[in-house]
């Protein structure tokens, strides 16, 4: 990556550098359905790419996938299983279960994990009801209870142990997304920006956007002006 | 009989911590790893592919642990032919159709031998040699367990990826291959110098 | 119903006159006048019953019936070599099913599958359709199905059904049943009756293999355990004993 300005070359500037989603991303399923966190930032280098991007991406009605790792390697991922399923969905004539998703995007993470930098959270509701499914960089695939991903997880493993519960209600499982994004985005640069969730159910898929300023305060910061 | 603990770590990261690492092929066979999870996953799904095939096939025989794992062998060999390796070791456990018993191993670049003990990671160095003291073909299942426990223990002890979290997996002539319930062992931090490493040493770290 | 000497049946993409395509129903011809009778009835069985070919033949070495996969099963009628085409097809289909989206291939998918694919034997001037049918049954998410896959293509799902020489007698008896009641095990015993009665005419020795999917068999396609067999066949020798008496 180079470009020629005025005779000098200028090689790898921070705003040329790979564009990554060094990112907070998490799932929770909660009695009834899931909801899906993430931060907004982008990055490249230390360079903010985007301040508001949406990394929540939706692969059925029912079913959405957090991004973390390359941003154009888990655009690729995401618009080929949305592809897959839309073909899928049409053969079935019905609705298409969230594993068949996870599937299909971990056909994709493993058979080119040579190639790809792809760390996946899909999350979604079906008949069996509500469930997550997290694909890490190799290509692994896990159903969790709850999973957390992208650079930012890395702050708040702890916290997340110790403050998940089996049986979340879908309120709890709302705040618990809400504060684990909040520390992780505290802690990690990559992180930032603001909140988006999906919360999944039976009656479909309902998003919400908490913008910076909205954010609480945390340990050594202060609160927006008003 | 085959045991192995539940971690699923993701660098020196502990990250998963329920993931069954031994798995029911079929009522003869049982198949354990250790290395990455994603080969793993993807060598179960061959193993449900080739079992299915069996089944169709619908001939009243069934394939054979000795043959499972010949055909593991093989697979292993040959991709690290492609020099793209699965990054696994696997053990293979079983029982033949005349009732012999069958123990073997697969590393990742395709070596393999068969023995009445193998372990995989740091079970070679550190199980083995109990198991040489201890094992014989004739010891009774009782006493295989207990020893497939203190094997566990001293594993847990001084490998830093693991945890007190295991399974143990069995098959006998009689008895369908069967993966057990995770439990924890029981471990000792309570004898008194270590508490106090230095109270009779004074000035040693 | 026949083209013979007529030109128009030397090709699928010859229509008669009368806008048939004889090649098609040379196949279809070719299952109906099989010595084999087909039954399948929901919930979810398959039964087969089939002339033996040789006094010299092995017991049981010439089958009907295949696996497809843990949870669906076939049943060929019409010629053996074509059938065994159309089950090698539907066990590619059931394995490139699950290695692509990780799961078992559902019973409605397979049989469009099939269908699609034995259609496109009618389609060619250089192919002929194949002279075979397949009585599919599956039990998936869905719950049990059985299926009939034509030499045309056409495929349906049924209650209970039948293909072969004895179509028609298998399917009166079927009508008579009720279907969506009985258990699998009933079912069994049934199927193996009313082949036993349409076969009492001819007297001709035959054989008869059954198969079930069912919550019985754990969801498993698989033949019937022996000892369930053997009891169905003799209620059935009991049963055609019993009419015999009251003739």
């Not at chain 1, 068949?100 to 790809?116: I, R, S, V």
């Not at chain 3, 008669?16 to 069985?45: H, I």
């Not at chain 3, 045309?152 to 009641?181: D, I």
């Amino acid at each position: 990556m180079a470009r020629i300005v005025a005779g000098s070359q200028i090689t790898d500037a921070e705003y040329m550098r790979d564009i990554s989603l060094g990112t907070t991303i998490i799932a929770v399923t909660f009695d009834g359905g899931v909801v899906l966190g993430a931060d907004s930032r982008t990055s490249s280098g230390t360079y903010i790419a985007n301040r508001v991007q949406d990394k929540i991406t939706p692969l059925l009605d029912n079913v959405y996938l957090c991004r973390s790792g390359s941003a154009s390697d888990t655009q690729a991922i995401a618009s080929y299983v949305q592809y897959y399923l839309a073909q899928h969905q049409a053969e079935l004539g019905g609705p298409v279960r969230v594993e068949t998703a996870a599937k299909l995007a971990m056909q994709m993470a493993y058979g080119n994990k040579n190639m790809l930098q792809a760390g996946l959270i899909i999350a979604g509701h079906d008949s069996s009801g509500g469930s997550v499914w997290a694909i890490p960089l190799g290509g692994t695939l896990l159903k969790v209870p709850y999973a957390i991903g992208g650079s930012g997880s890395a702050y708040i493993t702890g916290w997340c142990d110790k403050n998940w519960r089996a049986g979340f209600t879908r309120e709890q499982a709302r705040e618990f997304v809400r504060a684990a994004l909040r520390h992780a985005m505290a802690r990690d640069s990559s992180s930032g920006g603001c909140v988006r969730t999906v919360v999944i159910d039976s009656n479909g898929a309902d998003r919400e956007f908490i913008p910076n300023t909205k954010l609480p305060p945390t340990y050594g910061e202060l609160a927006a002006p008003a | 009989m085959l045991a192995a603990d539940t971690l699923g770590a993701y660098g020196s990261t502990k990250r998963y911590k329920s993931l069954e690492r031994i798995v029911r092929v079929n009522a003869r066979t049982l198949v354990g790893a250790g290395g990455e999870v994603s080969d793993f996953q993807y060598i179960v799904r061959l193993l449900d592919e080739l079992t299915t095939d069996d089944y169709r096939t619908d001939d009243g025989i069934e394939l054979g642990p000795k043959e499972i794992f010949s055909y593991l062998t093989r697979v292993m060999y040959n991709r690290r032919g492609k020099m793209d390796p699965l990054w696994n070791s696997l053990v293979v456990g079983g029982v033949e159709a005349d009732g012999t018993p069958f123990l073997g191993t697969v590393g990742m670049i395709g070596t393999h031998y068969e023995d009445s003990h193998v372990a995989t990671g740091f079970g070679a160095h550190l199980a083995r040699p109990l198991f040489r003291e201890r094992q014989s073909d004739a010891m009774s299942e009782a006493d295989a367990e207990a020893l497939l426990r203190d094997a566990l223990r001293v594993c847990y002890y001084r490998d830093k990826q693991s945890i007190n979290k295991f399974q143990i997996a069995k098959v006998a002539a009689d008895a369908p291959a069967a993966v057990g319930e995770p439990f924890a062992l029981e471990t000792s931090w309570d004898y008194k110098a270590f508490a106090a490493p230095t109270k009779w040493a004074i000035g040693a770290w | 119903m026949s083209g013979i000497g007529t030109g128009y049946d030397l090709s699928a993409t010859t229509y008669s006159p009368d806008g048939k395509v004889f090649q098609t129903d040379y196949a279809q011809k070719a299952v109906d006048n099989s010595r084999v009778t087909s039954v399948g009835a929901q919930r979810s069985r398959e039964a087969v019953e089939k002339l033996v070919v040789s006094k010299l033949l092995v017991e049981r070495s010439s089958r009907r019936i295949h696996n497809i996969d843990r949870h669906a099963g076939i049943c060929m009628a019409g010629l053996l070599p074509d059938g065994r085409m159309v089950v090698n097809r539907a066990a590619d289909e059931a394995t490139n099913y699950k290695s692509f989206y990780g799961e078992p291939i559902p019973g409605r998918v397979l049989c469009e599958r099939l269908a699609s694919y034995m259609h496109l034997f009618n389609l060619y001037w250089s192919m002929r359709p194949y002279g075979a049918a397949g009585l599919l049954a599956t039990y998936d998410d869905d719950g049990p199905a059985l299926y009939l896959v034509e030499p045309s293509g056409v495929a349906h799902g049924y209650f209970g059904t039948a293909v072969g020489k004895a179509r028609q007698a298998v399917k009166n008896e079927l009508e008579k049943m009720k279907l969506g009641q009985i258990t699998c095990r009933e079912a069994v015993v049934e199927a193996a009756k009313i082949l036993h009665k349409v076969h009492e005419e001819d007297g001709k020795p035959f054989e008869i293999e059954i198969s079930w999917v069912c919550d019985e068999s754990g969801r498993v396609h698989q033949k019937v355990p022996a000892e369930v067999l053997a009891e169905a066949e003799a209620a059935a020798k009991a049963a055609l004993e019993e009419s015999d008496m009251e003739d």
